[in-house]
């Protein structure tokens, strides 16, 4: 009863002061709005809040890591077995599948020392463990357990064992987020590995659906293609798979066909991911190769996504 | 007296961040309800001289980067619905469940409605129902929300 009456007492002095609060919160959430949306001004401000949700991420992990904990420390002898078995083969599998791509890489550094093309180097990785997926549908973002005090920076690739994941795009000291290549704001330069037709793969906000809205409608690309990852954005390194074309539509009034491909990563089921150091990057000759290739393609260059 | 009041409707908060970021299977992410906004709309409601615009301007901030989302875009519905439920608290109180419901169901609106309109402005879009789920899941969790908070804050005062 006190309470309410002490309400009603400071109702008349607060109403206005409350509006003009309104007023200044919202001129500063526009002020915010736009220098994030249109430079990187704030990644400071928004570092030093991520370390206080940081957290709060840890809670929420918790109970999913513990639980693997648990599995793993509780697995029967029988289970071990038959998943050491399984992990042998699978080695014994990709051992064979090796030993063919030594001998492949060696003719291929044989033939582009023939042509005088700089060599590939081979990508660093590292592995890094999935804290969350973010769970607006406007955005794909994950984070990862993997920070800047692990040499992680923005703008790196992140795979899986199957194909690109994304991105990085805040290297926070910790712990960093990156954008999914399913995200609605995410671009990502690839090529048909059939025939090197380069394009363009966006993300649909779906996890199993990234659109390729630039192909004209003569464009030769089948059902079934495999799109790995052309390098030419700068953010991903060349010759990742991507996705796989699911569905050609050819629209003969319009200018393009529509296109869907399916990614090759399981986006939504992946609790590990690899982080890539490539070393191809800082070397300078490299982006002559790209340069005399460019003038065969009437694409635009795209980045490799949203800032 | 004042800091034991406060303690609980922190938690409070905090839990709600915490489950706006909880993993959920797939078929149900779309229908996530705001808990963000459930909880300050309870708070700035019964008590509307400690929890107003600013606690839920600064909630906003931490959603937006805990989303991943434009700085502010969560911090500027937030508050604004807040303003609008601590402007017409009186009236809130006294309203039967029913249209208590109701009057939460346009405030969730507009919440999304500013999200959807800052998402436009953005440049980023994506489908109607990721608008409409919260929405819908949101009403719906009002009464049970509303229960659960008032057993709380009932305790609470009980005991202070």
Known sequence: ?307 | MNASRRLPVLICIIVALTLAIVPMPDWASPYRPDWAVLTLIYWSMSMPRTYSVGTAWITGIVLDVAHGTLLGQHALALAFVTYLTTKFHLQLRVFPMSQMTATVLALLAIYQFILFWINGVAGTYADAVAYWGPLISGTLLWPLVAHFFSGIRYRNTRTS
């Open chain 1, 1 to 307: 009863m006190a309470a309410n009456t002490a309400d009603r007492e400071h109702r008349s002095t607060k109403t206005p002061a409350l509006g003009l609060r309104l007023l200044l919160l919202a001129a500063l959430s526009v002020i915010l709005l736009v220098v994030d949306h249109r430079q990187n001004h704030l990644d400071a401000v928004r570092k030093a809040i991520g370390a206080t949700v940081y957290p709060l991420r840890v809670i929420v992990d918790a109970p999913v890591s513990s639980w693997r904990w648990f599995r793993e420390n509780t697995a029967t002898r029988n289970e071990l077995l038959l998943e050491m078995s399984r992990l042998n083969a699978e080695r014994l599998l990709t051992h064979a599948r090796l030993q063919r791509f030594t001998a492949l890489e060696s003719e291929n550094a044989r033939l582009r020392a023939m042509l005088d093309a700089t060599g590939k180097v081979r990508d660093q990785v590292q592995v890094a463990e999935i804290m969350s997926v973010s769970a607006n549908p406007f955005r794909h973002i994950l984070v990862i357990n993997k920070g800047s005090r692990d040499g992680v920076f923005n703008g790196q690739a992140m795979i899986d064992a199957d194909g690109v994941v994304g991105q990085v795009i805040e290297a926070g000291l910790l712990s960093s987020n990156g954008v999914l290549i399913s995200d609605p704001d995410h671009a990502l330069p690839v090529e048909v590995n059939r025939n090197g037709l380069r394009t363009i793969a966006v993300g649909t906000g779906d996890f199993d659906r990234l659109e390729l809205p630039f192909l004209p409608n003569n464009a030769d690309i089948e059902l079934g293609d495999l799109l790995v990852t052309s390098g030419l954005g700068g953010a991903f390194p060349p010759g990742y798979p991507v996705a796989i074309v699911d569905s050609v539509t050819r629209i003969p009034q319009g200018p393009f066909a529509e296109v869907t491909a399916r990614p090759a990563a399981r986006l939504n089921q992946v609790r590990e991911i690899m982080l890539i150091w490539s070393a191809a990057k800082e070397d300078p000759a490299d982006a002559t190769v790209p340069a005399a290739e460019e003038t065969a393609s009437p694409e635009p260059e795209p980045t490799g996504g949203d800032n």
